[in-house]
């Protein structure tokens, strides 16, 4: 992607109304929703749109063209749910006449995993906001991801702003090649369905099934790069996506190769261990901005999945762009080295874990936090405030980044190893933007190379 363009983004197109989305935890108002525009209809836009009103946190004005717009996606009175408001599906079952849920499906994924090189699950995902099924479109021929919303009214109203922020980045992600794509949406027996282009697996899901084995370096560039030019081009439509996550991007195809690893240990007796699965095609996507904001609405909140999360975010001090090149830092660690950097789940281990791998938090951040009670004299209450033993152990077997890197990388670490260390930066003001980031030598001297001439 040219650099250029995405300084030069066109701000007077983006709609400047303020939304909001639902807090983590869900702890708004169940009242709470936004405008939300509807469109992409097989890849085109549709003059369909969808308002949805809160009185206690929006000022959006309310419309029954709401309830219109989802009356004309309906479908006939939907079937009993589970406990959990999850939709229960069969195989063989339209979803409307154009989606079916049907054996070919099951025939197309058995077909390719006898050919060796995808494992796909016929439900793809199911978590909190419900389920992401494998569905054939009768209409486009081919195989599409639809994610299936519990019918539950909160995760109704997240969907439709979900939608939004979706059909926003399409518009401007001309050559689709950062955002997945969304297709089409209906509601289905009182469930909201999105539907997007099929894509791999997630970056997590390869580590895990490559029982945690780290991608190559130049792989790593690949990736890092493009996971960069897609947060600067939201962050230059003024949008902060707050949860990025390897969960959350996903190969293009799910295609791959095995190589033998030659870090493997002789006396390892795990069947294939001696060889791991790389990638054939480098191509990601970002997915899921149901947590996407604008940058000038309430950031007091906390936002991203814990071992992403900004250091600013974990003192209160407000959050911003740089929360989101914070989790970018977070995601290349894991992918250099196959292991989670900040494996915690506890606020005040988290802040002593990036203290053993980045050094001391600045004493001015601490002394504004809000968080005083991970403070002691100054200083982060560490160890002292410790729940456990094994929690001091935990922070301390943490080596420096530098080390951390060097152990499996090849002879680009310096300039990586120096990436990594600008984008994670305590200040949030010092962190590398997006922008800064792609201008970086880890990226530029290697294409500086590929350029000389041939002697």
């Known amino acids: 992607m040219d650099i250029k363009c995405l300084k030069e983004f066109p701000h007077h197109l983006v709609e400047s109304r303020p939304r909001k989305r639902a807090r983590l935890g869900w702890d708004v108002d169940p009242l709470t929703a936004a405008k939300a525009h509807i469109g992409m209809l097989c890849g085109q836009e549709v003059n369909v749109k969808c308002t949805v009103s809160s009185e206690a946190t929006l000022d959006h004005t309310c419309s029954s063209k709401y309830a219109k717009d989802l009356h004309q996606h309906a479908s006939p009175p939907w079937r009993e749910d589970d406990k959990d408001g999850h939709y229960k599906f069969e195989v063989g079952e339209d979803l409307t006449s154009r989606y079916l849920f049907s054996y070919l499906s099951k025939l197309i994924i058995f077909y390719n995993q006898s050919l060796g090189y995808a494992d796909i ?49 399409g518009k401007h992600d001309k050559n689709g090649s950062l955002c997945v794509q969304i297709r ?55 949008l902060i996506h707050t949860d990025l996550k390897p969960e959350n991007i996903l190969l293009v195809s799910p295609e ?82 196959g292991q989670t950097l900040f494996q915690t789940h ?29 403070i002691q004299r100054g200083r982060l209450n560490w160890p002292e405030g410790a729940t456990s033993r094994e929690s001091i152990k935990a922070v301390l077997k943490l080596p420096r980044l530098q080390y951390l890197v060097m152990q499996h990388t090849d002879n680009s670490a310096r300039d990586f190893i120096n990436l990594l260390q600008g984008l994670l930066r305590y200040q949030p003001a010092d962190r590398f933007s997006a922008n800064e980031a792609l201008l970086h030598p880890f990226f530029t001297r290697i294409d500086k190379q590929r350029s000389w001439p041939c002697r």
């Open 346 to 374: 506890d606020d005040l281990e988290h802040l002593a874990m990036m203290e053993s791998v980045l050094g001391p938090l600045p004493s001015n951040m601490l002394r504004l936090a809000d968080r005083q009670k991970y």
């Open 256 to 337: 791959y190769i095995r190589v033998p690893d030659y870090k493997v240990s002789i006396r390892s007796s795990k069947k294939g261990s001696f060889f791991k699965r790389v990638p054939k095609s480098s191509a990601i996507k970002v997915i899921d901005f149901g947590s996407t904001t604008y940058d000038h609405e309430d950031n007091n909140y906390v936002v991203s999945t814990r071992h992403y999360r900004a250091p600013e975010v974990i003192l209160g001090l407000g959050w911003s762009y740089p929360c989101d090149t914070w989790s970018v830092g977070c995601i290349l660690v894991e992918l250099c080295s």
């Open 184 to 238: 089409n949406w209906f509601d289905y027996r009182n469930h909201i369905c999105i539907v997007f282009e099929k894509l791999g697996p997630s970056l997590y899901d390869f580590l895990r099934k490559n029982n945690y084995r780290s991608f190559p370096i130049d792989l790593v560039r690949k990736f890092a790069r493009q996971l960069l030019e897609c947060v600067a081009f939201m962050h230059d439509m003024r």
């Open 121 to 169: 699950q016929i439900i793809i995902q199911s978590c909190t906001f419900g389920q992401v099924l494998e569905c054939w479109d009768r209409e486009r021929e081919e195989m599409v991801a639809i994610k299936i919303i519990r019918g539950i009214k909160k995760y109704r109203e997240a969907a439709m702003i979900e939608i939004d922020m979706l059909q926003q980045l």
